[in-house]
């Protein structure tokens, strides 16, 4: 009796998520079927998807939620997991873009500059050196930066004293490799320089 | 005749040495000294012994240093692991995983460490790369092996040397970071042709725990292609792509920022089992010399004693030679 009540219970579960679950393990089947027919004798290596982090479905929701869940990740740190908020704005190569709950699911490439996550009335402010923002359907948003430094981190005359250096460099610059470093250069400062004033 | 009974006497005492010694270098000096004895030179040697105790100890030692270094290490570099977990997350969920994926070109990255002295890590790896090759090799399919590190290229360049395209050594000569396997992956990603990237490194559990994990990160053309077919990749067709001139820019992009996350990770995660690997290589290294140790101590302290003993029995019977 309890067996049946746990298969009514699971089968209310939304088709999806049980889908997209099948879906992930299917892919790891197929893979250690192969390792065990080919190597019988060694235990087959793990692979990503055993250490992933449980996610809500990308399934698109029936209502627009109220908010959006960002996680933000860099190189050197986690920056936010699951934060709430009303809307970011990210630097993308278009333009700055604002994302709402409820946006379409996208990936856009990001350009070095500001990020905005705004939360009621307070505004986290984080500067990105490129990466890539991608939005789900279920009004999840990833943000993967290169690297990501909250604004008040930025320390404003070095920066000054870089878009000098880069701007010299550019002009010195004889081989394109170096004309597009320096410029590459020049384009991350005065992203940072906007970013502080702005 | 005393001198018959005293050699006897001192083959009788040495003979029990001899017999319960595991070591057999040990074995034959205490013989070598017992033929001392019969030549003239009356004491049972105790140098041998104590000249091994002491190389002994300072193995110990040396362990004990080295596993305190890999401790400090790992310390250090642990954090950095963890924090660079972020990185492939979002990846994996927009693009799913497939190490089962059947293209053309695999490319196998193995990665390792430089030293030695750490376990058994670069060897499992080195399995898991030629399991892959074998999995990944048929009558359309190849795979090449691009290595990071010395000890995997050692092994590796045995039997596959033809397929080896890349290695690269003395990654951590400078602190890992992001820009260094920036430069590495872009490297990789110009010299050699690709359709399936799997990068192989251990994973870092805990101290005692490192999984040997794969990695599979598709070019762009697979990806399209992977996409059309269904799956997980079906979904990307959902998603609008923004920024860039093209779809396919775009993806290509996200494929080497992709590869560049994973790479990153990984090679972190290899540093981190290494050092534990070692920490943990050391420490029952350093047992094992401290159990050597105290065999060694018994040993000393019965050739220690039977010289001794030898010694009493010439003086006592001297005396009762001389008395009558």
Redesign the interface.
Same mark, same amino acid.
């Given at each position: 009796m309890l067996r049946r009540a746990t298969t009514r219970i699971l089968s209310h579960r939304r088709h999806c998520s049980t889908a997209?679950a099948l879906?992930?393990t299917a892919?790891?089947d197929?893979?250690m079927a192969?390792?065990k027919r080919?190597?019988p004798n060694?235990?087959p290596?793990?692979?990503? $998807?055993s &250490? $992933?982090?449980p996610?809500p479905s990308?399934a698109s929701a029936a209502s627009i939620p109220s908010k959006m869940t960002i996680?933000l990740? /860099? !190189?050197? /740190? /986690?920056g936010l !997991?699951n934060k709430q908020a009303h809307m970011v704005i990210v630097p993308?190569?278009?333009g700055q873009?604002g994302i709402l709950p409820g946006h379409?699911? !996208?990936? !856009?490439? $990001?350009k070095p500059g500001l990020l905005s996550i705004y939360e009621g009335n307070e505004v986290t402010k984080y500067f990105i050196s490129s990466?890539?923002a &991608?939005v789900? /359907?279920n009004s999840v948003a990833?943000i993967?930066a290169?690297?990501a430094v909250p604004i008040e981190q930025v320390d404003p005359s070095s920066v000054q004293k870089g878009l000098a250096e880069f701007t010299q460099k550019l002009s010195t610059a004889s081989t394109d490799l170096e004309k597009a470093e320096a410029q590459i250069g020049l384009d991350v400062l005065s992203a940072l320089n906007s970013s502080l004033s702005g | 005749m005393a001198m018959a009974t005293l050699r006897r006497e001192g083959k009788r005492i040495a003979a029990p040495l001899i017999s319960h010694h595991p070591d057999n270098p040990l074995r034959s000096s205490v013989t070598s000294s017992e033929e001392h004895e019969v030549l003239g030179v009356r004491s049972i040697s105790t140098q041998v012994v104590r000249n091994r105790m002491k190389s002994v100890r300072n193995i110990q030692k040396i362990t004990k240093a080295m596993k305190m270094v890999a401790a400090s290490k790992l310390r250090a570099i642990q954090t950095?692991a963890e924090?660079?977990?972020?990185?492939?997350?979002?990846? +994996?969920?927009?693009l799913?995983?497939?190490?089962?994926v059947d293209v053309k070109k695999n490319v196998i990255i193995t990665i390792s460490s430089d030293k030695g002295l750490c376990g058994g890590i670069n060897s499992t790896a080195v399995? +898991?790369s030629r399991?892959?090759h074998?999995?990944n090799s048929g009558p359309e399919k190849e795979s090449k092996y691009v290595i990071l590190g010395e000890k995997a290229k050692a092994q590796l360049v045995r039997d596959s040397k033809k397929e080896i395209e890349l290695s690269i050594t003395e990654l951590q000569k400078n602190p890992l970071?992001?820009t260094q396997v920036?430069v590495l992956a872009d490297d990789i990603l110009k010299n050699v042709e690709f359709d399936a990237l799997r990068i192989?490194y251990n994973?870092f559990h805990s101290v005692v725990s490192f999984?040997?994990?794969?990695?599979?990160v598709l070019s762009p053309e697979v990806v399209e292609r992977e996409a059309e077919a269904g799956?997980?990749l079906g979904?990307l067709d959902?998603?609008? +792509?923004?920024?860039?001139e093209t779809k396919s820019e775009?993806l290509q992009?996200?494929s080497e920022?992709q590869f560049s996350?994973v790479l990153?990770n990984a090679v972190l995660e290899n540093a981190c089992s290494e050092q534990g690997a070692r920490m943990s290589a050391m420490d029952s290294s350093s047992r094992n010399a401290g159990d050597m140790l105290d065999r060694l101590t018994l040993t000393y302290n019965r050739t220690r004693q039977a010289s001794i003993t030898t010694e009493l029995i010439e003086i006592i019977s001297g005396a009762s030679a001389l008395e009558g």
């Open positions: 997209e879906k992930v892919a790891d197929l893979f192969a390792w080919t190597m060694l235990d290596p793990k692979t990503p $998807l &250490f $992933l982090q996610r990308t996680n990740v /860099s !190189s050197c /740190s /986690s !997991s993308a190569t278009t873009m379409v699911a !996208s990936i !856009s490439e $990001l990466g890539f &991608f789900h /359907s990833d993967i290169a690297e | 950095r924090n660079s977990r972020g990185l492939w997350q979002p990846f +994996i969920a927009l799913g995983d497939t190490p089962s399995k +898991i399991g892959l074998k999995l970071n992001y920036a192989v994973k999984m040997p994990t794969t990695s599979t799956g997980k979904e959902s998603y609008e +792509i923004e920024g860039g775009v992009n996200l920022f996350c990153f």
